[in-house]
Structures are given as C-alpha cells and as structure tokens.
C-alpha cells in the first residue's frame, strides 16, 4: 500500500448556521453540503454558500448528473436540485449508513460501524453487494474508475483508495491528527471535497499522480 501525508490545497468555513457537514457532492459547479435540516450549494473557488434546499441531510450526498440524492435516517431521497422538491425515496441499508455516491448508474452506500460499501439500486433500495474495509467508512466516491472512501476512528482519518472486488487497500491520504472526513467527493479530475464533521468546514484535497 502507498501511504503518503494528504495534501490539503484549502479549506472553506465554517459557514454561519451550519454546525456539521454530513454529507458532500459535486454537480460540476457548485459542492453540495449535507448539513442536517439542509442541503447548501457552495461554490468551490470562492467559497461563499449561494444557496440552500429544505431538506433532510444528515448523511451522505450524491449527484447522478440531474439529480441529487440524500440519505434521509433510514430512506435515501432524490431531489431535484432546482425546485428542491423530493420526487423519489427508497429505503435505506439497515443501520449506520454515512456515505453515498452514485457511478455506472447505481448508489453506492457507505456503512459506517459495518465498515462495508454497498451497491444499490437506485429504484428499489435493493442491496446488491458488498465490499468489506477495516475502518469505519464515512465519505465515499468513485473517481476514472477508482473507488475512494474516507475513514475517520478516534482522532486518525484518511482517504483510501481501495480494490473494489477485494476491499484491499491500495493507497492511503492520511489527514493531519484530529482532522476528520465526514462527506467525500470529487470533481473528476484532480481534487478531493472533504467534510470536516463538527468543525463545520470543507477541505479540498489533491489527488496524487
């Protein structure tokens, strides 16, 4: 496994009247906050928060090109991004779900204390398998083929990019001590969004070469 220190390039907020980001996505403008009662669109090179969605947000964010999805406790709810209304809900994985993507047409769960990944149908909630890691999974992506989840246990995080058939470790980011990643996305290219949990904050992380 390559192991190498995180390259933070910035960090955003805290933002006023946000206490946590839960969750984090990207829809090729803005980065969409997860943020308990909200989603919070912020754009990404000034990071100044432009607007906000009614919504129930306190876990993992996903954008499917279109629409965004929001794990809601234990549904995850499609929302269209400009009226903010919920068109669609599925149920969740049972218990601790965290992160949440969506590639090659599916979601993609992160399950925290089960340190699993789980591949979901986006119309039926149906659980369609399972990747094992060894530390609890907050924020996931996928990013050119490559799948990506934060960790964070104690005061340690990292972002690890992993075998998606074996759930091997395959490269580590490790964040500076007390650092946390709540939500994780990418812009697909050369960056990593990273919630910061309880500091209220974003951090942008480069992707190695």
């Not at 400009?82 to 992160?99: C, F, H, L, N």
Request: include cysteine; hydrophobic fraction near 35%.
């Amino acid at each position: 496994m390559n192991r190498s220190p995180a390259d933070i390039l910035s960090e955003h907020g805290p933002f006023p009247g946000i206490d946590c980001v839960h969750g984090v996505t990207y829809d090729g403008q803005h980065v969409w906050l997860a943020t308990g009662d909200t989603l919070t669109a912020l754009d990404p090179a000034s990071g100044e928060t432009l607007r906000s969605i009614d919504v129930t947000a306190n876990a993992g964010t996903a954008f499917d090109g279109e629409h965004l999805f929001q794990i809601a406790e234990d549904r995850i709810q499609k929302v269209d991004p400009q009226s903010g209304r919920v068109i669609d809900t599925i149920p969740a994985p049972e218990g601790g779900v965290s992160g949440l993507a969506w590639a090659e047409g599916m979601l993609w769960v992160g399950r925290y204390r089960d340190r699993t990944i789980q591949q979901v149908d986006p119309h039926s909630g149906e659980v369609l398998r399972t990747i094992e890691s060894n530390r609890f999974v907050t924020g996931v992506t996928w990013l050119d083929g490559e799948l990506w989840h934060g960790t964070w246990e104690s005061d340690e995080s990292d972002l690890r990019r992993i075998d998606p058939r074996t759930g091997d470790v395959l490269e580590s980011l490790e964040m500076p001590p007390g650092m946390g990643i709540s939500g994780l996305e990418s812009n697909g290219h050369d960056r990593f969004f990273c919630g910061g949990g309880g500091s209220g904050t974003l951090r942008v992380v480069r992707r190695p070469k």
